[in-house]
């Protein structure tokens, strides 16, 4: 198997600090990482590459500011941009509402404790629906793709709408709370989904005070699933750990430590979230990014899954890690 990861990191790091994690990310079984660092994630992965950080792929984002900049320099979402062809030109980003902890996560109801009256009582937008619609469009013309951020259940519709207008395919990233008649349409409207299940250990009890009588649907990988929606697994990193078989687990069980699964109905079958963790298949023609695991996940628990001993990964056929 191999696997592909999101991961949000800073631009101000020395190089070292990137030699790091791109080493220690190897020793998790991870292959890749999709880049959404707001700074020009272009540049700097392929100086990264030439100075030999080559323990990964990456799929690099831009940012709204540098949209303009990248399509004048011809871009467009899938070709390599770095001699090594470990580096692909990604997706804009944009990032729609804020978040759960906050209350800033743009919601269809109120939050508790709030005035109903107050601008913001029910979250608010980070960037304005007819702004993602120009965004989105100005990308379409240029042939980039989109990963739009939408948190709260209104963020969700509003840009599924958008996507929908505008007959165009793309990510939704987070997903965390979906209307039930909305579950459908990421399918429909060929929309991936790219999830963070350790979200949802991090902040089962924010959730059900902030969002009480609507936690059924909330990080409802299950529902997502069940709908037909492409699932893509992450971490979110730094704000998670960059380890899939935390999220593996997480996704599995919606559990850890001593406490029970929170909503199991929205548990994801172990092969689901095996797939949606993965970046290509053990076939002829594909890239031999690998990974070697020393147990066999499906005879493992909750625990010995966040836990899995990974015994080498490869990238491009290349060791970028072995177990001694």
């Known amino acids: 198997m191999d696997l592909l990861h999101t991961f949000d990191a800073a631009s101000d790091l020395p190089f070292e600090a990137y030699r790091d994690a791109a080493d220690a990310a190897s020793a998790r079984g991870v292959v890749g990482i999709v880049e959404y660092e707001k700074t020009d994630n272009v540049t700097e992965w392929r100086d990264r590459v030439e100075r030999g950080l080559t323990g990964l792929r990456v799929d690099a984002a831009v940012w709204g500011d540098r949209l303009e900049a990248v399509i004048a320099d011809g871009w467009r979402t899938g ?48 960037v304005s629906i007819p702004e993602l619609r120009r965004q989105l469009e100005r990308a379409r013309a240029a042939g980039i793709e989109a990963a739009v951020h939408a948190i709260g259940d209104r963020a969700n519709t509003e840009v599924l709408d958008v996507f929908a207008d505008l007959g165009m395919t793309g990510v939704i990233e987070h997903a965390q709370l979906v209307r039930e008649e909305d579950f459908a349409r990421f399918a429909a409207l060929g929309l991936a989904a790219s999830i963070q299940p350790e979200h949802a250990m991090d902040d089962r009890d924010v959730a059900d005070h902030h969002w009480a009588g609507r936690t059924d649907r909330a990080f409802a990988f299950g529902s997502l699933h069940r709908s037909g929606a492409e699932l893509r697994l992450g971490s979110d990193a730094p704000v998670a750990p960059l380890d899939p078989w935390i999220s593996i687990s997480a996704a599995t069980a919606r559990s850890r430590g001593d406490r029970d699964s929170w909503h199991p109905e929205q548990r994801l079958p172990l092969d689901v979230a095996l797939a949606a963790s993965a970046r290509s298949t053990l076939d002829a023609g594909q890239p031999a990014d690998l990974v070697v695991i020393d147990r066999d996940p499906y005879a493992c628990d909750r625990d010995e899954l966040r836990e899995m001993p990974v015994a080498a990964t490869l990238v491009g056929g290349r060791f970028t890690h072995r177990a001694l």
Do not use: Q
């Open 79 to 126: 070709p390599s941009i770095d001699a090594e062809s470990l580096v692909t030109f990604g997706r804009l980003k944009v990032i729609v509402d804020g978040s759960l902890n906050t209350r800033t996560a743009w919601c269809w109801d109120p939050y508790p404790g709030t005035d109903p009256a107050h601008p913001h009582s029910c979250g608010m937008e980070s």
